[in-house]
């Protein structure tokens, strides 16, 4: 099946510095990817989609430009937390969308997820 | 709009225990998906079962069940003889018209020994 491989699991990073994630279909081509968050013990909220050769669309309340997210090719995506702070650790999670041969058949599959800890 | 209610926020059981997870949704589409994940600890999100609006039969997969009740809008999930390895947060999440997929809270589920 649609496997998304993200990278990396787990980053600590001073404050202040900008760290890159990157999420990768790795047998298929995924037009469209989404970037969650998620903090303890709470739901995934959806930061921003982005589709490849274009702008990522933010979610309301999300900084664009504290949060890059570039899709250049069709099988990556990446999110770069600029100039972070310690209020940006959480869980980001990356989602891309698959569609089979049906038009009706499509599936989310997500990454494995990234821990990042701002200290 | 559209909107998940997982109402209960944690289920504790005891292992061999059956486990029902709750999940109503609302849409105005009439063509929508919905889904189940499990999060273990680790954090990865596993894919457990998609349904299409169009599909009310109930499945069974392995000690897995959904029932999907478009008249009451729910789409519940319950874990026959439930094991240790099932403790986990559960999502239910639901995706219609060209909106993106949302998610409910969440239920975290712990199953004791």
């Known amino acids: 099946g649609a496997v998304v491989s993200q990278h990396p699991s787990w980053v600590i990073c001073k404050s202040g510095t900008s760290v890159k994630i990157e999420c990768r279909s790795l047998?298929?081509?995924?037009?469209?990817m989404f970037w969650y968050r998620q903090f303890p013990k709470q739901s995934l909220m959806l930061m921003a989609t982005?589709?490849?050769?274009?702008?990522?669309?933010?979610e309301q309340g999300v900084e664009k430009d504290k949060f890059l997210i570039n899709h250049a090719s069709l099988t990556l995506s990446t999110l770069t937390v600029t100039s972070a702070h310690p209020e940006d650790s959480s869980f980001y999670i990356c989602?891309?969308?698959?569609?089979?041969?049906?038009?009706?058949?499509?599936?989310?599959?997500f990454g494995s997820g990234t821990r990042l800890t701002v200290v | 709009a559209q909107k998940v209610t997982q109402a209960q926020t944690e289920i504790s059981v005891v292992e061999k225990e059956d486990v029902t997870l709750d999940c109503v949704y609302e849409?105005?589409?009439?063509?929508?998906?919905l889904f189940w994940y499990k999060q273990p600890p680790s954090g990865e999100l596993v894919f457990l079962i998609r349904?299409?609006?169009?599909?009310?039969q109930n499945e069974i997969s392995g000690r897995y069940s959904w029932n999907f009740q478009k008249s009451t809008s729910s789409f519940n999930f319950t874990i026959t003889a439930s094991q240790v390895v099932d403790s986990a947060v559960y999502f239910c999440?639901?995706?219609?018209?060209?909106?993106?997929?949302?998610f409910g809270k969440g239920t975290m589920l712990l199953v004791s020994p």
């Open positions: 989602s891309a969308l698959s569609r089979g041969q049906g038009a009706s058949d499509y599936g989310y599959t």
């Open positions: 047998d298929f081509q995924a037009t469209t």
């Open positions: 982005s589709n490849e050769g274009s702008k990522a669309t933010y």
């Open positions: 849409t105005r589409d009439t063509t929508y998906y």
């Open positions: 349904r299409n609006s169009f599909d009310e």
């Open positions: 999440a639901l995706i219609s018209g060209y909106s993106t997929l949302t």
